[in-house]
């Protein structure tokens, strides 16, 4: 039983580490939004917690975990808004990066949509619907960034992003249905989804658009 405790234990912590990394990032590339778009600091930090929190909470309120993990846990607020002022003062590190709002919203994507769909299936949720609301947490934060910073949500665009995270959150699912360890299974969907999106962008990969 003790040792069950601990395995249990640990997983958490990992769990809950890849979440506060996909918070990390998200917060990053908001962030990185900001300084492109002439924001002042304030402007620069409070895009990159929104960008950070808005899927998370998003998930959370439609699968009923009251309060939202973000609004219930100092925690992710403090490192939103340490990564959106570390962003301000140090942003010049990231300009050699070709795209490094894509970069980081690619690696946001990726874990919320693997992390939201462990989360929706511990709260009962069908697989089916917890892949749904894993996708949503992680197109959540970049819809709520491109549309403060008036442009259209990458997602309509009829690229590879929803798809990617929806992808992402499937193998996640099909991971735990197998038995495989949590942290394995949420590994392999973030990888997945993140090298999905960076093929997409760097092959210029797209649904179908009218013709």
């Given amino acids: ?82 990564a959106g002022v570390g962003v301000f003062f140090f942003h010049h590190l990231f300009d050699h990066l070709r795209h490094p709002v894509l970069l980081f919203d690619a690696a946001g994507l990726g874990v919320f949509a693997a992390t939201g769909a462990q989360k929706a299936l511990t709260y009962g949720l069908s697989p089916v619907m917890a892949a749904v609301l894993g996708m949503i947490s992680g197109i959540g934060g970049g819809m709520v960034r491109d549309i403060l910073t008036a442009e259209i949500p990458v997602v309509l665009r009829a690229e590879i992003y929803a798809s990617a995270a929806l992808l992402g959150a499937a193998v996640t699912l099909v991971g735990d249905y197998a038995h495989l360890p949590a942290i394995e299974s949420t590994l392999a969907g973030a990888s997945l989804s993140f090298i999905l999106r960076m093929m997409a962008l760097y092959r210029h990969w797209s649904l179908p658009r009218p013709r």
């Fill in 1 to 82: 039983m003790e040792t069950m405790q601990l395995t249990h234990s640990t997983t958490t912590f990992f769990l809950n580490l890849i979440n506060l990394l996909g918070i990390f990032a998200f917060a990053i590339s908001g962030a990185m939004r900001g300084v492109r778009s002439q924001m002042d600091i304030f402007g620069i930090v409070v895009l990159g917690v929104v960008t950070a929190v808005s899927g998370g909470i998003l998930r959370d309120l439609l699968i009923g975990a009251i309060p939202p993990e973000a609004i219930a846990n100092w925690h992710i607020m403090a490192l939103a808004v340490l």
